[in-house]
């Protein structure tokens, strides 16, 4: 690793497999080149297994020998990156006909075809964050045809958190399920910090530049120039990040609208632009520069993450002149983006009221060539500080079903504080859970799977199974112990919710056993055959369950 | 209190105001008798008040003397109880153009007029459960026109809990904000416990009687008899319960559509009248006896909350030939209810994918004659035991706004075990959660107002404000803490989150105050001054928050 962090040391994060699953890699050939396709492997005690989405990478391997100093494998140094078509860039390819490695390992983790990950990819409706300098990262997908995807944000600020935290935080998302994160650090030693996230991070890595700057600038907006930009851009981009999120849409004559809302400007950078053109009286350089910096990200295929800094902060400010004004110039600088070969997703709101969140889709669809859309929640409602990852889960899985690609997490310290790493994993435990209900409800073909094999391992009382196959198995497990921790509990037919007697699934398993005894397997003989049989079943006591003692 | 639970006694209850609210009563003329009307109120640190819906009872009243074992004060003992029409019901009554005082005590409560609430009741489209037996409880409505409503379900197992620990639930969840509790005991003691509970809410009480029917045959849902269940319900119904789930819905020849579920029958009153009507080959005493029931129900005015028997326990099964076939049988249930002036609201599920919600409230609403809809989440996904209050949450905020009125909560050990009181908040927050945010998107005149005044607080850096507004103070607070413990962190413009160079809302507020001092009040005048004033601006150092030593 390089010596600029040689004073920080890491020594720990957390290693080993998930609760009942063990990593397992499929092997893909793809051009001659053997893929190892991470999966999270559940082998039930059924005999059975269930292969599940992976992002946690070596970390979650039973045999991992890790080296935090030295960072993971670089596992896409050997792979092709064509000269054929321009900028290199994964669009540039994508349009070029050309079907990377990257995009059939994505292919083999997705279940579909390289073709359809090309397609997308060249159509601007799928993005792939894979800067050439990040290697280490195993290739991933964000576009409205594949499984929706979530984003953790980290980093530390000036109040709190140390590198060491913030390692182990990136670990932890990702561990859970975080398919991209961003390093949001905006206190010391963010140069450092990052170093140490990017060499370790098995998922593409977003920041947004301007925190940096500012940092150069010693906090003043005002003194910020494209220059000091420019070069943290670079600096940045040479480290290895796979996106960035740029608030160039915030023109100088839209913060005039926000004066009237109810929480003015709520975006980070969009605060600061707002505060930049307001002093200059002029289009910020992330605008007028615009051009520049699409040069800069194609050379590395940095993805653009336009920044949404005029979002709603409040349900009264939801879908706001400022807000889809803003929205109507990213659409713009998204054609520009892509006249470059730079691919481009689009960031979306905040706080959302539930009738006006398909707009937002719509909208965004319409206006920026159906670019991968990047939300934050939204949160459904203002009034439940603490609760935030809840509030917003909501609006998450409804914007997500309408189109939504990547979901960026919120944890319960929204509003309050920089989330602790149980913080993160409620927030990347709930997005999951979010982009999922929408991966059910947009019917893409391998969601329902997992439902049905945990809901099979529900009804038939393989309590480890049903653990094991869920979001978070520790939890699972944990809660179903508080009451019945005794070992026999784990195939008992019941838990403590209502008690033996009560249990329905437990009945309801024996009168489809008794139903399948006498030969009533399906429905219509099952209903002929009753009218024979219950006389039986009542004389042999109709015991559909052995009482207890109450 | 009766003899029946002399053996037990329940010491202590949590008491006192929620931090950062007071106890009020408004007071309100009702044709002579001066209702007094419970609100939760805030006083702001800027010298406003805002007052909230308040289900808490007289526990949160700062001077409040109570006696648990003589239960509440009896609020409704004096209330007319008009002979004109038939059955005592506000059901009867409303069709007479009776306006009852519980409709003028809700209709204060809720902001509209009386007349609203007697025709929503009259129409059927509202229910107002309130058994005569159970004077102590405030008098609140069920019904799509009115804020959405949450249950919370108590009562122990066979498992675990007792009869003190049970009234602390009833009481913590009804502080929280549960609308209506059920006690769905079924460990020891069922009787006693109820009789504890009902003498002590201040909110309606639900139970599923063929619980304790169950528990006097043994456990033995074959030997369960018409008149065993009818005692039953007379003797709850004597106690006061204020509605009562009644399966009547699951016919024999229903069941065998269940064979080929993923997850059979999940209800547990469902699976108990299955196995009832298969041993005996015959309809369910629930269905052949209904207008029976009915008239018992009529006599005590407990509204039917007709139970969704067959109702989907995974996304597999949802929206299935088995589900829909029982709530076609509701719906005649519900004409004969309503024919003998009985109240009426119908479950629903359960779990759900997204894309199938909105079906249920339209067929529900087409079969049931808009009857309230009261359903149990739905889950939007079955991967997430530990998160099922999250999963649940999603589908109720959905189907809460396509019209459903009365949100049965969750908790995170939904499927795992019975829940604790923290569970218990947990839940309870959780769902006025996806109440709240129903009511914002179906434009409830009063639901924004609470989003705007705690996002003002938020903007303006009155932390104390903000936490008093939220859902949760105690964790709102406790949260932010966390981080920053001291007094004056409580008024500073900054949080641990992005720490104080980084407050977007902090930079917005100075961005507003400075172009107020210059005279830019509204968006015109402002873009049109910031020419000028930008070099202004500059020249004062662009300072528009404090540097901090990072």
Redesign the interface.
């Known amino acids: 690793m390089s010596s600029t962090h040689a004073s920080t040391t890491v020594d720990t994060v957390t290693t080993g497999p998930i609760e009942g699953s063990v990593k397992h890699y499929e092997q893909v050939d793809a051009d001659g080149t053997t893929l190892r396709i991470p999966v999270r492997r559940v082998n039930l005690t059924n005999g059975e297994h269930f292969d599940v989405y992976d992002t946690s990478g070596p970390y979650t391997d039973s045999d991992a020998t890790l080296d935090l100093e030295g960072g993971l494998p670089k596992l896409r140094d050997g792979w092709a990156k064509p000269d054929a078509a321009g900028p290199r860039t994964q669009l540039a390819w994508a349009r070029a006909g050309i079907v990377t490695t990257e995009m059939r390992y994505i292919a083999a983790r997705e279940g579909v075809s390289p073709e359809l990950v090309r397609d997308e990819v060249a159509a601007g409706r799928a993005v792939i964050p894979a800067n050439h300098n990040h290697p280490e990262c195993e290739p991933m997908i964000i576009g409205k045809k594949f499984a929706v995807k979530i984003n953790a944000n980290i980093g530390n600020?000036?109040?709190?958190s140390s590198i060491a935290e913030e390692v182990e935080k990136m670990v932890w998302a990702t561990r859970w399920g975080a398919d991209t994160i961003m390093d949001l650090s905006?206190?010391?030693n963010i140069h450092e910090t990052r170093e140490w996230i990017l060499r370790n991070s098995p998922v593409p890595v977003g920041t947004v530049p301007i925190?940096q700057a500012?940092?150069k600038v010693?906090?003043?907006?005002?003194?910020l120039t494209w220059e000091i930009y420019r070069d943290t851009v670079i600096e940045q981009a040479e480290q290895g990040v796979d996106y960035m999120t740029v608030h160039a849409g915030v023109l100088?004559?839209y913060?005039?609208?926000?004066?009237?809302r109810?929480?003015?400007?709520?975006?980070?950078g969009?605060?600061?632009m707002?505060?930049w053109c307001?002093?200059?009286?002029q289009e910020s350089f992330l605008y007028t520069r615009f051009a520049e910096l699409c040069e800069i990200l194609a050379k590395y295929d940095i993805t653009f993450s336009l920044g949404d800094g005029l979002r709603p902060?409040?349900?009264?400010d939801a879908n706001d002149e400022a807000q889809f004004a803003e929205l109507r110039t990213l659409g713009e600088l998204t054609k520009i983006a892509k006249s470059h070969g730079v691919q481009v997703m689009i960031e979306g709101p905040g706080?959302v009221?539930?009738?006006k969140i398909v707009e937002n889709v719509r909208l965004e669809e319409e206006l920026c060539e159906e670019a991968p859309f990047y939300t934050l929640g939204p949160l459904?409602?203002?009034?439940?500080?603490?609760?935030d990852?809840?509030?917003s889960?909501?609006g998450a899985?409804?914007i997500a079903?309408a189109g939504t690609a990547m979901l960026c997490y919120v944890t319960?310290?929204?509003?309050?504080?920089?989330?602790?790493r149980d913080d993160v994993k409620t927030g990347v435990?709930?997005y999951?859970?979010?982009a999922?209900?929408?991966d059910?409800?947009?019917?893409h073909p391998r969601a329902?799977e997992?439902?049905?094999a945990?809901?099979?391992a529900?009804?038939e009382f393989r309590w480890r199974d049903?653990?094991a196959?869920?979001?978070?198995p520790d939890?699972?497990r944990?809660?179903?112990d508080?009451?019945?921790p005794a070992e026999p509990a784990k195939t008992a037919h019941f838990?403590?919710?209502?008690?033996?007697?009560?249990?329905?699934?437990r009945?309801?398993?024996?009168?489809?056993e008794?139903?399948a005894q006498q030969g009533?397997?399906?429905?219509?003989a099952?209903?002929a055959g009753?009218?024979e049989k219950?006389?039986e079943?009542?004389q042999a006591?109709?015991?559909?369950?052995l009482?207890?003692v109450?």
């Open positions: 600020s000036a109040v709190t905006t206190g010391k925190y500012l940092e010693n906090g003043d907006p005002t003194a100088l004559r913060v005039p609208l926000t004066a009237k109810v929480t003015g400007i709520v975006s980070r969009g605060s600061i707002a505060a307001l002093a200059h009286h902060g409040s349900i009264a706080h009221p539930m009738h459904a409602t203002d009034i439940a500080p603490a609760y990852h809840i509030t889960a909501i899985a409804i079903q319960p310290k929204e509003h309050l504080g920089l989330p602790n435990i709930t999951k859970i979010a999922h209900a929408a059910l409800a947009k019917g329902q997992r439902d049905d945990l809901s099979k529900r009804f049903q653990f196959l869920s979001l978070d939890t699972a944990e809660y179903h508080e009451t019945l838990c403590s919710m209502c008690g033996p007697k009560f249990c329905s699934m009945i309801s398993a024996d009168v489809r008794y139903a009533l397997s399906d429905s219509q099952l209903e009753m009218a219950s006389a079943f009542a006591g109709g015991q559909v369950y009482p207890v109450s």
